[in-house]
C-alpha cells in the first residue's frame, strides 16, 4: 500500500486502499466502546452548529461513542440536536463568573474533564470554541491534560487560533493533528515560519512549518487536501464538491478523529505501523469526506448544506468499504 507519494500524482486511489485498510469489521463479538469514543471540546453562546456536526460525524462515520463538552448556554442547545451526543455543560465564559471565582472554576473543569480523559481516544478541539480569553484557557489546560494522558487530539477552529498563540500546547506532541484552512494556515505559517505562505514551494514549506512546530500532523485544507509529518508530504485529491457551505471541516475533523483511532488501534493489533497513524487517519478522513460531499452535491446541487453532507456520509463509507 503506497499512501505517500511525491505531489503532482494522484492520491485517489491510494486514499481509498488507507481507507479500506483501517476501517474495523463490523462483528457481533465487539462491545460497544471498542469502535471509537471521541469528545469534541467546543461550542459557546454564538457557535452550536460546529461542535454537533464534529460530533455527530464521527457517530455517522461508526465510532460507538460520541460527547461534547460546551459551555453552559450551548448544552441544551446542542443537546436539542441529537440525543445520541452525551453533552457536558462545564465550560465557562468570562462574563458569566466573577475574577476572583477564576481558579477555582478552572480547576473544576479539570476535574470533571479529568473523569473522562481516560475514556476517551481522541479530542477535538476547537468547532464553536470562540475566542473567550476565561474560556480559551481552560482549554488549555485541557490540552495539557490530554497531553499527560497520551490522547490524541485533532486540533481545529478556534483550537488553532489558540495553538497558534501558543505553540508549547502542542509542539513536540506527535499525537496532535492541525486541520487548517487557508487563511489558518497562513497564520501558522507568519507565526512559526515568519514568512508568507508559498505556494510555489508548498510541500517543503508545509515540511517545514511541521518541523519548525516540532513532531505534530498537518492537514492543510485546499482544492488538494496536503498531509505531513515532516518527513513526508500526501496529498488526496479526488473531487468533492464546488459548493463551499460552511462546516464541512467539522465534519472533517470529526471523521479524522474516528479514522486516527482505528489506525492507533490497528496498529497496536498487529504490533507495528509501516506509515503514522496521524497521517493514515487525515488520509481516511479526507477522501470520505470528499466523496460524502460529492454524493450530496449530486443530490441537492446549490442547495446543499453540511447537513445533507453529513448524511452522506454512511453512504459514502458503504460505496468504498462496505459492509461484508
Not at 26 to 47: D, H, M, N, P, W
Not at 125 to 134: A, N, S
Not at 136 to 160: E, F, Q, T, W, Y
Not at 201 to 211: D, P, R, W
Request: overall charge neutral; some cysteine.
Amino acid at each position: 500500500m503506497q499512501s505517500v507519494v511525491s505531489i503532482g500524482a494522484s492520491l485517489e486511489v491510494d486514499a481509498v486502499s488507507v481507507l479500506r485498510s483501517i476501517t474495523p469489521n463490523l462483528e457481533s463479538t465487539k462491545y460497544k466502546g471498542q469502535a471509537g469514543k471521541i469528545a469534541v471540546v467546543g461550542g459557546c453562546r454564538e457557535y452550536t452548529g460546529a461542535p454537533y456536526f464534529s460530533a455527530i460525524s464521527a457517530l455517522k462515520i461508526g465510532a460507538d461513542l460520541s460527547h461534547v463538552f460546551c459551555t453552559k448556554d450551548a448544552a441544551p442547545v446542542i443537546k436539542s440536536y441529537s440525543p445520541e451526543l452525551i453533552v457536558h455543560p462545564i465550560l465557562e465564559e468570562s462574563y458569566s463568573i466573577r475574577d476572583e471565582d477564576k481558579s477555582s472554576i478552572s480547576a473544576k473543569v479539570i476535574a470533571e474533564v479529568d473523569k473522562w480523559m481516560e475514556r476517551f481516544d481522541c479530542l477535538v478541539i476547537g468547532p464553536g470554541l470562540g475566542r473567550d480569553p476565561f474560556l480559551l484557557d481552560c482549554v488549555s489546560n485541557i490540552i495539557k491534560h490530554a497531553r499527560d494522558c497520551d490522547v490524541p487530539m485533532v486540533i481545529d477552529g478556534d483550537g488553532l487560533f489558540l495553538v497558534t498563540n501558543c505553540l508549547d500546547l502542542v509542539r513536540g506532541y506527535p499525537l496532535a493533528v492541525l486541520t487548517p484552512n487557508i487563511n489558518e494556515y497562513k497564520r501558522l505559517v507568519q507565526s512559526v515560519l515568519n514568512s508568507e505562505v508559498n505556494d510555489e514551494n508548498g510541500t517543503e514549506q508545509l515540511k517545514s512549518l511541521v518541523n519548525g512546530i516540532g513532531g505534530v500532523t498537518i492537514l492543510r485544507k485546499g482544492k488538494s487536501d496536503l498531509i505531513s509529518d515532516g518527513k513526508t508530504v500526501s496529498s488526496v485529491c479526488i473531487y468533492g464538491s464546488p459548493r463551499r457551505c460552511g462546516g464541512q471541516g467539522d465534519i472533517l475533523s470529526g471523521s479524522v478523529a474516528v479514522f486516527l483511532c482505528w489506525a492507533r488501534q490497528q496498529a497496536a493489533a498487529k504490533g507495528e505501523s509501516v506509515t503514522n497513524p496521524t497521517i493514515l487517519g487525515c488520509i481516511a478522513g479526507s477522501v470520505l469526506l470528499r466523496n460524502a460531499a460529492a454524493l450530496a452535491f449530486k443530490n441537492k446541487r446549490r442547495s446543499t448544506l453540511t447537513g445533507d453532507i453529513i448524511e452522506c456520509l454512511g453512504q459514502s463509507l458503504e460505496e468504498i468499504c462496505p459492509v461484508l
